[in-house]
């Protein structure tokens, strides 16, 4: 079982914001200064969308944006998008490892 | 430009052993940590182990000795040497880079290669 929490499924419509949270209650997980987010379509490779909570790589759209608040990391999307849909891990660290959340997939209706 | 490519793969019966390589190439390889990530069908991603830039190792729980990680700098190449698989393994396997030198974000993946274990 994951330290981190994730939603299984959220859904928006094109146009709209949707968050997605992450959440730990483990005292494991690190103070979360190296959450990480990533966007998985069907049988495609992992994309990094955010690191470090709220930067993002080289050629992301600014349309992604992190935060976090307490033991709740989230990932915003603002102005949704069809090719928005698709599956988003959470990830984080302890003192020797690093986890991922169970996933959430993102519906655009 | 960044590519990783994973090869190894294959069915393998239950207690088996498989060693998954990953070559590397578009940046200085010895320079950052390196890292294995699986994702069984239909499920998530589950993270393996990591070798730092200077060789340092770290594994998830559930490797329990099974899985060692190891790079060769000289052949911008990264190893997975697995042992005693079981159906549980099966899964593809992603080979990572690091964003940064220490940050355990990973920006760069190669395509996989799928581990079958038949039991």
């Known amino acids: 079982q994951s330290a981190l929490t994730q939603p299984a499924s959220v859904s928006g419509s094109p146009g709209q914001s949707i968050t997605i949270s992450c959440t730990t209650t483990?005292?494991?997980?690190?103070?979360?200064?190296?959450v990480s987010w990533y966007q998985q379509h069907p049988g495609k490779v992992p994309k990094l969308m955010i690191y470090?909570?709220?930067n993002r790589p080289s050629g992301v759209s600014h349309r992604f944006s992190g935060s976090k608040s307490g033991n709740t990391a989230s990932l915003t999307i603002s102005g949704l998008q069809a090719e928005d849909e698709a599956d988003y891990y959470c990830s984080s660290y302890t003192t020797t490892s690093v986890i991922f959340g169970g996933g959430t997939k993102l519906t655009v209706l | 430009e960044v590519h990783l490519l994973e090869s190894g793969g294959g069915l393998v019966q239950a207690g088996g052993s498989l060693r998954l390589s990953c070559a590397a190439s578009?940046?200085?390889?010895?320079?950052?940590?390196m890292t294995w990530v699986r994702q069984a069908p239909g499920r998530g991603l589950e993270w393996v182990s990591v070798?730092?830039?200077?060789?340092?190792?770290y594994y998830a729980d559930f490797v329990k000795g099974r899985l060692t990680i190891s790079r060769d700098n000289s052949k911008n190449m990264l190893f997975l040497q697995m042992n005693s698989l079981g159906a549980e393994d099966t899964a593809v396997y992603y080979c990572a880079k690091y964003v940064l030198a220490t940050t355990p974000a990973f920006d760069n993946w190669g395509q996989g290669t799928l581990v079958t274990v038949s039991s």
């Open positions: 483990s005292s494991d997980v690190g103070v979360y200064e190296y």
């Open positions: 070798i730092s830039d200077s060789g340092a190792t």
């Open positions: 578009g940046f200085t390889f010895s320079s950052y940590s």
């Open positions: 470090e909570v709220s």
